[in-house]
């Protein structure tokens, strides 16, 4: 069972130990200033960059990700903007259309739902229903989570967005993920929601010193084994990779994929990973139903059907809309117990 | 109605106050349309005349091809408020910029899209606006700043606001003008919108056509105010109300607003009192309004008006407006024409443009393969 402080604390140990392995050329970061030197770096050396948002500017962003900018480049580059979404959205999409490159932050994902329209029916059609004439490449930073924040403030709808052609979808679980794909969106010509959380902005990890981007594409093994593949993208991935280092001291060898990138979908990764363990265990924050992870057991079986020995294992939230209560919301919530469960049930 | 008082304003001009083509008395001794039609030129006042003769006849031919078959799903026509965006496009420099509602039609021609690939567009081939992608109500005009014509009531008010604020970001000497009809404005977008270029004193127009309806409910029953300028002063913005069946009144009406916009005085909001004389599209059955009340509108015809006007002015005669007429025909003949002779979108291109930077092509299948190495196409 999952437990805030108790399981940030946790990450944040493993997220040290990795940083002890450091080697050259590469030094360690929160996620936060992960993401706060990428904008920089695009801020600094693109003039058509700027960030729109809700308390963005003097109070510095409601997880603290832009704090400073706005004294730094000033009222016109960091907007303080009312709190509508779905003109903020609209804003970024014209804007972008017209040669800007906004960097939108929507303070929560629960939010991004007034913004729905301007996404779905904005950002992502412009390209294809104007016949590749023009682009709306936008970038919109919102951040998943929870941690009693009751029902409207707990949710995570990333699969709503994969949902959509037209957007391309990030949900990176590192600082190093963080910083190269929040660059790549920023230099690329399409839409992209980029999708934070809000629980793992102050893990720290190693990233490359100097400029990198990383291609908005492609899943990436985090841990190599033999006997089940797991599956998550976001908090998601750094819970399997401690369920992993646990299943191993049992003698049990996962093999952990971070989906990193929620659309385009890299189905291969983990079909190559399935065609060597036979087994596989998908695990979610959001509810499974109509979720992602049922589109990946979906597409998983459609091309690796005959190298799969047990029924692919799920794991997700409990689908009820989240109480405010500590306890219920312990149960609600996936923690390590749970995926360590599911790997064994398909053994 | 508070349409009847917008129309009262603009009798003189309807009726010639100031027939001689001279020097122009003072504004308050004119009714609205008399100062342009003393300052354009006669080229430009029977180009007027051309292109909402064009928009009309385009619309009847479109009309006649959806009957046809040629034309699928929607059809929403501009019959009756051609004025609005011939006068309101005529304010516009090349460098401004437009955002439209669905019904497009009439922007795309009055600002200078080929009628040949809008109606080829609307037969949704590979020559149209958006090659055939888009459809009736997304067409473009790119060479003007024409971004497109969107479907989702009041979701271009924010898009149109973004345009500005780029405008306004980059220095530049422009103007986004933004069309809308009278039922996006009790959407929120529509306050969103306008609250955010009126704190940022965007270079924007929010042009609205009250055609009284929004679709099939008029507006008595869906609006607080039957002004919709009204809302505008919510925000703090300088509002008009125009008569749009008047397309001298409407250009001027315009001007000002482009000049407002364009003196760093922030938005400005553009009621023009029209009226649509078909259905909202061709599967509107039209009951909610009376025939009655559409021979009314139907009676004062701004195309029949600005004829009989230039004619009282005497700048041009019959004869002229018979020669327009005919060339419009053989023009949209050859439009039709085109439209037919093209081909339809190939069906191997299905996947163009859904990304503008290319991605694995077998993810962008959503399946998988051996071969997926790295980016193509």
Redesign the interface.
């Known amino acids: 069972m999952a437990s805030t402080l108790a399981e940030l604390e946790e990450m944040q140990r493993e997220a040290a130990k990795g940083a002890s392995r450091a080697s050259g050329g590469m030094r360690e970061v929160t996620y936060r200033d992960a993401l706060r030197e990428a904008i920089t770096e695009e801020m600094d050396k693109n003039p058509n960059v700027l960030l729109l948002g809700e308390d963005i500017g003097a109070y510095g962003g409601s997880y603290v990700v832009t704090r400073g900018f706005q004294e730094k480049y000033g009222r016109k580059r960091v907007i303080d903007t009312p709190i509508a979404e779905l003109g903020i959205v609209g804003v970024a999409v014209g804007a972008a259309m017209a040669g800007l490159k906004p960097i939108v932050e929507l303070m929560t994902i629960n939010f991004s739902l007034l913004a729905i329209d301007q996404i779905v029916n904005h950002a992502a059609k412009i390209h294809y229903m104007f016949g590749g004439q023009f682009t709306a490449p936008l970038v919109i930073r919102t951040a998943s989570g929870w941690g009693q924040l009751g029902a409207t403030h707990s949710q995570t709808f990333e699969g709503w967005y994969a949902h959509v052609p037209g957007l391309r979808v990030v949900m990176p679980s590192t600082p190093r993920d963080a910083k190269g794909f929040l660059k790549a969106a920023v230099q690329g010509n399409d839409p992209v929601m980029f999708i934070e959380h809000s629980l793992i902005y102050r893990n720290r990890g190693l990233i490359p010193d100097g400029e990198y981007i990383l291609p908005l594409e492609g899943a990436e093994v985090r841990k190599e084994g033999s006997d089940v593949t797991i599956v998550s993208w976001s908090r998601g991935a750094i819970l399997a990779m401690g369920a992993a280092d646990e299943l191993e001291r049992e003698g049990i060898s996962s093999e952990v994929i971070d989906m990193r990138v929620l659309r385009p979908l890299d189905i291969d990764t983990v079909a190559k990973s399935v065609a060597k363990t036979n087994r596989l265990v998908i695990v979610e924050e959001s509810w499974r139903t109509m979720g992602l992870g049922a589109e990946i057991a979906a597409a998983v079986q459609e091309v690796a059907f005959d190298d799969l020995d047990a029924p692919i294992g799920r794991v997700g939230s409990i689908e009820v809309p989240m109480p405010y209560a500590r306890n219920l919301e312990r149960i609600i919530i996936p923690g390590k117990d749970e995926v360590i469960q599911a790997v064994k049930a398909t053994l | 109605m508070s349409r009847a008082k917008a129309t009262t304003t603009n009798g003189a001009a309807a009726n010639g106050a100031s027939r001689r083509r001279g020097r122009s008395a003072s504004k308050t001794d004119n009714g609205p349309g008399v100062d342009a039609l003393h300052a354009l030129e006669k080229s430009e006042l029977l180009s007027l005349y051309r292109q909402m003769y064009l928009i009309r006849r385009f619309e009847e031919r479109s009309a006649e091809q959806y009957a046809y078959g040629k034309i699928g799903g929607f059809l929403h026509l501009y019959i009756g408020e051609e004025a609005v965006a011939v006068g309101a496009i005529k304010a516009l420099s090349p460098a401004d910029?437009l955002?439209t509602h669905y019904r497009d039609h009439g922007y795309a021609l009055a600002i200078g899209a080929d009628p040949g690939p809008v109606m080829a567009e609307l037969f949704g081939k590979e020559t149209?606006?958006?090659?055939?992608?888009?459809g009736s109500m997304?067409l473009?005009h790119?060479e003007r700043h024409f971004?497109?014509g969107?479907a989702?009531v009041a979701?271009?008010?924010?898009?149109?606001?973004?345009?500005?604020?780029?405008?306004q970001?980059?220095e530049q000497d422009a103007v986004?003008m933004c069309i809308f009809g009278d039922g996006a404005t009790n959407a929120?977008?529509f306050h969103?919108?306008l609250?955010?270029a009126a704190?940022?004193k965007l270079p924007v127009i929010f042009l609205c056509e009250n055609n009284l309806y929004a679709m099939g409910t008029a507006h008595q029953y869906i609006s607080a105010v039957p002004s919709m300028a009204t809302k505008a002063l919510a925000y703090d913005m300088k509002a008009e109300t125009v008569d749009g069946q008047d397309v001298l009144a409407m250009y001027e009406a315009a001007r000002r607003a482009v000049e407002w916009c364009k003196a760093g005085n922030g938005p400005y909001f553009l009621e023009a009192m029209t009226y649509r004389f078909r259905g909202h599209s061709m599967a509107d059955p039209e009951t909610y309004r009376d025939k009655d009340e559409v021979e009314q509108y139907r009676s004062r015809d701004p195309i029949t008006a600005y004829q009989e006007q230039l004619i009282e002015a005497g700048v041009a005669d019959k004869a002229v407006f018979e020669q327009i007429d005919r060339e419009v025909e053989e023009q949209l003949e050859a439009a039709i024409f085109f439209a037919d002779a093209s081909p339809f979108p190939d069906p191997s291109t299905i996947y163009?443009?859904?990304?503008?930077?290319p991605?694995?092509e077998?993810?962008?299948r959503?399946?998988?393969?051996e071969d997926?190495e790295g980016?193509r196409g």
């Open positions: 910029h955002v149209g606006t958006t090659k055939g992608r888009g997304h473009t790119v971004w497109g969107y989702i979701g271009h008010l924010p898009i149109a606001t973004g345009i500005g604020l780029a405008l970001y980059q986004c929120g977008a969103e919108a609250n955010m704190i940022w163009d443009y859904v990304y503008a930077e991605i694995w077998t993810i962008a959503n399946g998988a393969s997926s980016p």
